[in-house]
T-cell receptor, first 109, second 114 residues
Framework: ELKVEQNPLFLSMQEGKNYTIYCNYS?????LYWYRQDPGKSLESLFV?????AVKQEGRLMASLDTKARLSTLHITAAVHDLSATYFC?????????FGTGTLLAVQP | EAGVTQSPTHLIKTRGQQATLRCSPI?????VYWYQQALGLGLQFLLW???????NRGNFPPRFSGRQFPNYSSELNVNALELEDSALYLC?????????????FGPGTRLTVL
């Protein structure tokens, strides 16, 4: 069975601290996406990771992909309140996206 | 360039009724995907249409169906609505069938079944 698991499911963060979200997947895929979703809203694409060892950074967020370990990480540096949202990873399998369980991020002052 | 659009934004139905949700893809995109985001169940793949044909469907009962029109817009129909069909339905479009083209998501339709 295809599984994409994220942990933690919920992350309460202090402003200024660093944190990492993990995304494990159970099937071969060399393309992984990270999305952000604000409450009641659609998905905003953050990163597309295309190959083993890929690393992408945008502002305080950095994502990496290890296809051999079937693991992606989303690292948050010096968290700020604006980053509060739910973050999903998703892998491409047979032309469709399989989403992770999501991680709800709450950044506290 | 206009993004993916969906209508209506909100839809309230009662159990047993039928719901029709609509999606217009980005100009030039031929593939349309439907996903369901129900509370506690995460985001699940529903249907994929390309060039007017249903290419793949997720693990949903046959009362979830749809179609794609010649202009590549799409409808999702849900018959015999059940309470657990209440969810945010997201449409995404993609250029062509190439596996590696990114999907772009619309704003969603919030379906509430009473």
């Amino acid at each position: 069975e295809l599984k994409v698991e994220q942990n933690p499911l919920f992350l309460s963060m202090q402003e200024g601290k660093n944190y990492t979200i993990y995304c494990n997947y159970s099937t071969t895929s060399d393309r992984l996406y990270w999305y952000r979703q604000d409450p009641g809203k659609s998905l905003e694409s953050l990163f597309v990771l295309l190959s083993n060892g890929a690393v992408k950074q945008e502002g305080r967020l950095m994502a990496s992909l290890d296809t051999k370990a079937r693991l992606s990480t989303l690292h948050i540096t010096a968290a700020v309140h604006d980053l509060s949202a739910t973050y999903f990873c998703a892998v491409v399998v047979t032309n469709k996206l399989i989403f992770g369980t999501g991680t709800l991020l709450a950044v506290q002052p | 360039e206009a993004g993916v659009t969906q209508s209506p934004t909100h839809l309230i139905k009662t159990r047993g009724q039928q719901a029709t949700l609509r999606c217009s893809p980005i100009s030039g995109h031929t593939s349309v995907y439907w996903y369901q985001q129900a509370l506690g169940l995460g985001l699940q793949f529903l249907l994929w249409y390309d060039e007017g044909e249903e290419r793949n469907r997720g693990n949903f009962p046959p009362r979830f169906s749809g179609r794609q029109f010649p202009n590549y817009s799409s409808e999702l129909n849900v018959n015999a609505l059940e309470l657990e069909d209440s969810a945010l339905y997201l449409c995404a479009s993609r250029k062509g069938q190439t596996l590696y083209n990114e999907q772009f998501f619309g704003p969603g339709t919030r379906l509430t079944v009473l």
